[in-house]
Every structure is written in C-alpha cells, then in structure tokens.
C-alpha cells in the first residue's frame, strides 16, 4: 500500500506493557505509504494543557453473488489445497502501480525539482480508466504515474480525495482497460480466503493469499478513522496501500489501507476497508468532486479525546465546570453557528453522551456513529449540558472533509 508508512511515527497504536518476563510488542498502526517514501470558556485551555500528555483515535460494476467458503478451484477431488490461479488471472490485470512525485526540497528549502517520494497501488473499477485507491497514496502529490499490468505507463488525473475514509479517485486516458468484479462486503465472513493482490516493495503485480481473520475492525490512523475494516492475515507491506483485497473467485472485497506492525513489514494483522463503502465514496467523488459525509457542525479536540475516562481528568474538568461531569463521553470543542448542533441545543464543551442509544466512549464512536449515514438522515443525541441531560433529534448536515 502507499501511504502511511512513509510517516511510521505519526501512526502509532501502541500497545500497553505488561510484566517485563510477559512483555507484549508494541504495535504500530501505519497506512503502506510508499517504498522509499517520504519517510475556551470555562478555563478549559488551562486544562487543556495538562491534559496534552496524558490523553489518550461511478456507477460501479453490480455486484455479483458472493460465493461462501473457499476456492472453487482444488488442486484434485479429493480435498486438496485451494488453488487460486484462475482468479488470479483475473484480478492481475485490474490491479496497478501507483507512482507518485513532490516537489523535493533539500536542506535549505531550495527545490530540486519534481522526484519520484513514493509506490503504491490501485484498482481499475471502469474500462475507461476510473482507478481507486487510496488518499494518502496520492493526496497533494505533484504528479501521479499509473503503470498496468501490461507495462504501458499513463499519467493519472486526481478526481478527487477523502481523507476521512482514507479513499480516493484517480482516472487514466485510457479505454478497454479491465475493471475488477466488486462482490458485497456485508456478505464476508471470517475465515474465508481471501488475495491481496498489489506493488509491495515495489514489486508490483504481487499476489499474497490468507483469510478474513475478523471484521468491524475500528482503527484511528495518521488522518483518517478507518471503521469497519477488515482484517486478513494476507502479508500486505508497503506499496500494497490502495491495492485490492479479494475473495477467492477473484471479486473486490476491500481496499488495503493499513497494516498493525512492529516493524513497519508485514506479521499478519491487515486492514481494508470495506468494497461497499468504497462504492459510496467513489460514486459521491465521481459525481461531485468529493465525498459527502453526514455530520453534526461540530468540532472535537483530540486532547480531549477520552478524558472523561480518568477520574483525575474528570477531577480537573468538575473544578473547570464547577459541577460534577459524566464519566463518559465525549466533548464537543466548538458547535459552528446554525449548524445542526447548534440547532438541537449543543453549545461548545457540551459532552456527547449516546448517538442512536449506542454509548460514545471517543471521537471514533462518533466517527463510526455517522460512518454509513447520509446527509439529511436523522439521529438521536444524547448529550450533557451545564449540568442537564437532554435528549435531541438531529438532522445530519453534509460535511466534507478537508
């Protein structure tokens, strides 16, 4: 994948320690960038500031029907191992390298022109040469080359972007090309075999083969909160961001985004995001120029993010409110004028208690809450207000992400 692992710093999710003779590793959540890549009213800001450490994120080609299990293909009659080179030959030539160019700057800030800063992958999804893949493959990049199976090389308009999903829509000048068979992701289930199939390393039209080994997945990466995912313990490594994620007759099932790792290479723990929300994100990109996202019209600090979870942060904010605070939720930072919020009520630093009845613990459970709605479907909010519970029905406004 391209993407993230060109900033394997700003990714981590690390894992707490246990006894030193028990000691877990500690995982790093990186988006695959590239291969060699670029690598407050109520005296909250006060309270902000101790808090700062210790806080703790196209019209697509129908689907056909999604076969249960395994391959279709054995090696004989008799039970033998599943063999994947029929569905291979048909996913190959819809999967492409995805190269992009900066303008590198040396030491000084001085350009040295426009350079090759990172690989990654794409999935052709029309035969005139509609692409996806990932954002942080191709976000703000200078140039995008797209290289096919069969070695031609086509430079790539960017159609659009979505950080929030971590998607994008690139598109070639090019017709005839293979569109990949898009499956339901709602259909997979774990344990069934699945193919990454991507530019790892720079290897391009590589093929690695495991299984769906769980789903629902919720991760926060470096600028997006990737909800729903599904996990596979297909070797995905850097270059495969933006690659295509298979089932085991050769159909789209996900987008590979991101990997948990102690290294930065593959140990088994890899995400994609869903091939039905990125049908939603692609059609909205395609038609519009961006992704439409439903949304309150409100703002979260991320130094907030969970701190109703320490009793010593509650302590800080019932002195800064001067009432006792809910031990869970999550706090809105500022509520935009004549935004849907405002309008039921919410005021900055009020605390989202329940979306839908559902608890929320973080800005991802608020994130997710929102994930699959649309602009103008409506929510009930559960929030906490100067001491009072209330209860609101929202219309969700549309929100593009930035």
């Known amino acids: 994948m391209v993407g993230w692992a060109e900033w394997p710093d700003a990714n981590s999710c690390h894992c707490s320690d246990v006894e030193p003779s028990m000691k877990k590793p500690s995982y790093v959540l990186l988006a695959l960038a590239a291969f060699g890549g670029v690598f407050g009213a109520l005296r909250l800001e006060s309270v902000l500031e101790h808090n700062e450490a210790s806080a703790h994120v196209f019209s697509p080609a129908p689907a056909t029907p999604l076969l249960s299990g395994v391959a279709t293909n054995y090696a004989d009659t008799l039970g033998g191992p599943p063999d994947f080179r029929a569905a291979a030959k048909r996913v190959l030539p819809s999967v492409v390298s995805v190269d992009r160019f900066d303008d590198v700057q040396d030491f000084f800030g001085d350009s040295e022109g426009v350079q090759e800063t990172g690989t990654g992958s794409g999935v052709i999804i029309d035969s005139n040469g509609t692409i996806i893949t990932n954002n942080h493959v191709v976000q703000n990049a200078v140039k995008v080359q797209v290289r096919l199976s069969d070695h031609r ?207 929320v613990h973080s800005q991802m459970d608020v994130s997710e809450a929102f994930t699959d709605l649309r602009p103008g479907e409506t929510v009930g909010v559960r929030f906490w207000s100067k001491g009072s519970v209330k209860d609101a029905t929202v219309k969700l406004e549309e929100v593009v992400a930035q």
């Not at 270059?239 to 088994?268: C, E, K, M, V, Y």
Request: aromatic share 4%.
């Open 153 to 359: 090389s086509f430079t790539a308009k960017v159609l659009g972007t979505d950080p929030l999903t971590d998607l994008a829509v690139i598109k070639v000048n090019a017709n005839d090309l293979p569109p990949i068979s898009l499956a339901d992701s709602s259909q997979v289930e774990v344990g069934q075999w699945v193919m990454a199939v991507g530019n790892p390393l720079g290897y391009s039209g590589t093929l690695s083969v495991g299984v769906v080994s769980s789903l629902g997945r919720d991760l926060q990466t470096q600028e997006s909160y990737l909800t729903d995912a599904i996990q596979t313990d297909a070797a995905i490594n850097q270059g495969n961001s933006g690659g295509a994620l298979t089932d085991a007759q050769g159909r789209l099932i996900g987008i590979n985004s991101a990997i948990a790792s102690t290294s930065g290479g593959s140990i088994g723990i890899g995400f994609a995001i869903p091939v039905n929300r990125v049908k939603t994100v692609a059609k909205d990109i395609i038609e519009l120029g961006h992704a439409r996202h439903a949304g309150l019209g409100a703002e979260f600090d991320p130094r907030f993010d969970q701190a109703l979870e320490s009793a010593e942060m509650r302590d800080r904010l019932t002195q800064a409110y001067g009432m006792q605070v809910p031990d869970h939720g999550v706090i809105i930072h500022h509520v935009h004028e004549g935004s849907s919020a405002a309008q039921a009520g919410m005021q900055d630093y009020d605390i989202i208690l329940s979306v839908n009845g559902k608890p």
